[in-house]
C-alpha cells in the first residue's frame, strides 16, 4: 500500500510559480513510477506529468510542457512539481498518483495508477 498526501498549492496570479509536493509513505514507493494529474470544476481528469521509479525518464502533457518540471527524491519519499509560468487554464485540483505495478515505465493513463492523493486547489488568477 501507497499512501499519497499533496501540498502545495494555493492562489497565484498568471504568470507565477508555485512547487506541489507529494509525501509518499510505503515500502513500495521507491519501486513505483508517479503521476500528477489535474481535474478542473466541470472537466474530465487530465494527466500532467509522470516519472519513472528510478528518475531518469519523465514524460509531459503537451499543455505543461517547458512549464513544468517533475522530479523526485526517494530518500525523502516524495515527488514534486515544479510550476512556472501558470496560466489562468492551469487551475485544477493536482493529484499525485502512484503506479499500479512496480518497477512500470512511465504511463499517463490514469487506470494505470492504482494509489491517489486527494489533491491540493491550484488557482491562477489573471
Known amino acids: 500500500q501507497v499512501q499519497l498526501v499533496e501540498s502545495g498549492g494555493g492562489l497565484v496570479q498568471a504568470g507565477g510559480s508555485l512547487r506541489l509536493s507529494c509525501a509518499a509513505s510505503g515500502r513500495t514507493f521507491t519501486s513505483r513510477s508517479m503521476g500528477w494529474f489535474r481535474q478542473a470544476p466541470g472537466k474530465e481528469r487530465e494527466f500532467v506529468a509522470a516519472?519513472?521509479?528510478?528518475?531518469?525518464?519523465?514524460y509531459y502533457a503537451d499543455s505543461v510542457k517547458r512549464r513544468f518540471t517533475i522530479s523526485r527524491d526517494n530518500a525523502k519519499n516524495t515527488v514534486y512539481l515544479q510550476m512556472n509560468s501558470l496560466k489562468p487554464e492551469d487551475t485544477a485540483v493536482y493529484h499525485c498518483?502512484?503506479?499500479?505495478?512496480?518497477?512500470?515505465?512511465?504511463?499517463?493513463?490514469?487506470?494505470?495508477?492504482?494509489?491517489w492523493g486527494q489533491g491540493t486547489q491550484v488557482t491562477v488568477s489573471s
Open positions: 516519472i519513472s521509479w528510478s528518475g531518469d525518464s519523465t
Open positions: 498518483a502512484a503506479h499500479g505495478r512496480i518497477f512500470s515505465s512511465v504511463s499517463q493513463k490514469g487506470n494505470d495508477y492504482a494509489y
